[in-house]
Nanobody, 124 residues
Framework: QVQLVESGGGLVQAGGSLRLSCAAS????????MGWFRQAPGKEREFVAA????????FYADSVKGRFTISRDNAKNTVGLQMNSLKPEDTAVYYC?????????????????WGQGTQVTVSS
């Protein structure tokens, strides 16, 4: 069992930066693939970024590529999402997700564990 708790959300102006953090419980965190998803009001949950358990492979949605960076610290059981050059369309609730050996990192249904989400609001 893994429990995930996100933090770091907030209100920021367009062009600004935020760093989200996801703290995971469980001794097997280092063997879990990790992902970030987001959901805006009235829209479906969408993939943002993901990283394999080994940390060697990262994947990003086209909409955030070059602006967002996912990272993980297995010693501290945390995964981060650095968000730069934020845009109003990045406004959403951001969720951290985890699962062992995710078949397709960009697909939400392949993740077994989810955090409660943290709100990110980007003003224009």
């Amino acid at each position: 069992q893994v429990q995930l708790v996100e933090s770091g959300g907030g209100l920021v102006q367009a062009g600004g930066s935020l760093r989200l953090s996801c703290a995971a419980s469980g001794r097997t965190f280092s063997t879990y693939d990790m992902g970030w998803f987001r959901q805006a009001p009235g829209k479906e949950r969408e993939f943002v970024a993901a990283m394999r358990w080994s940390g060697g492979s990262t994947f990003y949605a086209d909409s955030v590529k070059g602006r967002f960076t996912i990272s993980r610290d297995n010693a501290k059981n945390t995964v981060g999402l650095q968000m730069n050059s934020l845009k109003p369309e990045d406004t959403a609730v951001y969720y951290c997700a985890a699962s062992p050996t995710v078949k397709a990192l960009g697909v939400a249904r392949f993740y077994a564990y989810w955090g409660q989400g943290t709100q990110v609001t980007v003003s224009s």
